[in-house]
């Protein structure tokens, strides 16, 4: 659940949150997506980084990771030496105890969204709700 005075633009109802990454957290650092849109089912932050920044190594016992480049221009490095270089768009994964940096490389502020989780996909369970016949298309003008 969402605590409304530590995240209190976030907008909720009845099984559902949402808010911009600003109302997340400011600054430089993390934007707290799990803790602020109340997510359970896997971890999610993001991770605003200044223009030429270089962020610790790390790893992990269980969790794979899911990098997500929304702005800027990234590197992620491995425990073996290789590096990955990731712009807007860009995504990687990395398994937990693959030792992994990410580093910002331009000269303007990165934001990348970060999911992470265990025990894997529970599969395609999407349905209809009743009364819905289609998937999509194209919005009335």
């Known amino acids: 659940m969402t605590d409304e005075q530590d995240f209190p ?11 911009h990454l600003d109302d997340l957290g400011e600054g430089y650092g993390f934007r707290r997506i799990r803790r602020g849109l109340g997510v359970g089912a896997f971890g999610a932050n993001a991770i605003v980084l200044p223009p030429r920044y270089e962020a610790g190594a790390h790893l ?12 800027g221009d990234v590197e992620l490095e491995f425990g073996d030496g290789s590096v990955v270089k990731l712009g807007p768009g860009g995504v990687a994964r ?18 990348v ?6 025990d ?3 599969g395609r369970d ?14 009335d003008a």
């Open 60 to 71: 992990h016992e269980t969790q794979e990771e899911l990098y997500f480049v929304h702005s």
């Open 9 to 19: 633009n976030v907008t909720s109802g009845d099984g559902y949150a949402a808010a």
């Open 120 to 122: 894997g996909y529970v």
């Open 94 to 111: 990395v398994d937990a105890p693959i030792v992994r940096r990410l580093r910002n490389v331009g000269d303007s502020d990165a934001t």
């Open 126 to 139: 999407g349905q209809l709700p009743e009364g819905e016949s289609r998937s999509g298309g194209p919005l």
């Open 113 to 118: 969204v970060v999911v992470g989780g265990k």
